[in-house]
């Protein structure tokens, strides 16, 4: 069965630092990966995805992930981290492709980020 | 406007009541979801549909009801509201390629 950690719960960076999120993951097929961010009081929006393409995936807001099969990790990264990032980050696993009834979700990291 | 709106914002209730929590979407998509979020778990799927006619149970579907009145809404219906169904809820829709998640319905159960 699929499944996903991220590892940490909150991560606090200083303003301009990179920024580093993990995210393992298991699956029994070649898979489908997500990096979603989640505003205060607002909904998820995707940030990147995985589709077996290209091993680094770049996302919106200077975002990037790269898919290391050997390590099975999808690590989130960013060089120089804004306040505008403080957000909470889901880390997700389809084993369906973009059949998104598939999509399991990790348990999140809240991200913030210091003046 | 946004693309995925749900009603309301913020619900509180009392146990055994019944409450429908709405979404609306104008993206033209076939395929909707409920997802509730709890601290620690992520989101987890409660049902979802592709089309009108075809409704389907996710993860975590005990307890829960929806209804695909058209293909712009789904609603999510908790019959006999119990104090664990406190959670946040989102309602999301898909296209063949990307995931769309509305703003969420916040919903404490005393």
């Known amino acids: 069965a699929q499944s996903v950690t991220q590892l940490g719960s909150h991560v606090s960076v200083s303003e301009g630092a990179l920024v580093l999120l993990r995210c393992n993951y298991s699956s029994s097929v070649p898979p489908y990966l997500f990096w979603y961010v989640q505003y205060p009081n607002q909904g998820l929006q995707l940030l990147l995805k995985?589709?077996?393409?290209?091993?680094l995936v770049k996302g919106i807001n200077g975002f990037e992930a790269e898919f290391k099969k050997s390590e099975t990790s999808f690590h989130l990264t960013k060089p120089s981290a804004h306040m505008r990032d403080a957000a909470e980050y889901f880390c997700?696993?389809?084993?369906?492709?973009?059949?998104?009834?598939?999509?399991?979700f990790g348990p999140g990291t809240s991200l913030s980020v210091i003046p | 406007d946004a693309d995925v709106t749900q009603t309301p914002r913020n619900r509180i209730t009392k146990t055994g009541k019944r409450i429908m929590l709405e979404c609306s979407q104008t993206k033209g998509h076939d395929r909707m979801y409920w997802y509730r979020q709890d601290p620690g778990l992520g989101l987890r799927l409660i049902y979802y549909?592709?089309?009108?006619?075809?409704?389907n149970k996710g993860e975590i579907s005990d307890g829960y009801s929806v209804s695909r009145q058209a293909q712009a809404k789904f609603s999510l219906s908790l019959e006999s509201a119990i104090p664990n169904q406190t959670a946040l809820y989102f309602c999301a829709t898909s296209d063949t390629t990307t995931q769309y998640f509305g703003p969420g319905t916040r919903l404490t159960v005393l």
């Open positions: 997700a696993v389809s084993e369906g492709g973009t059949s998104y009834d598939k999509v399991i």
């Open positions: 549909s592709f089309d009108v006619k075809d409704i």
């Open positions: 995985y589709t077996s393409a290209a091993t």
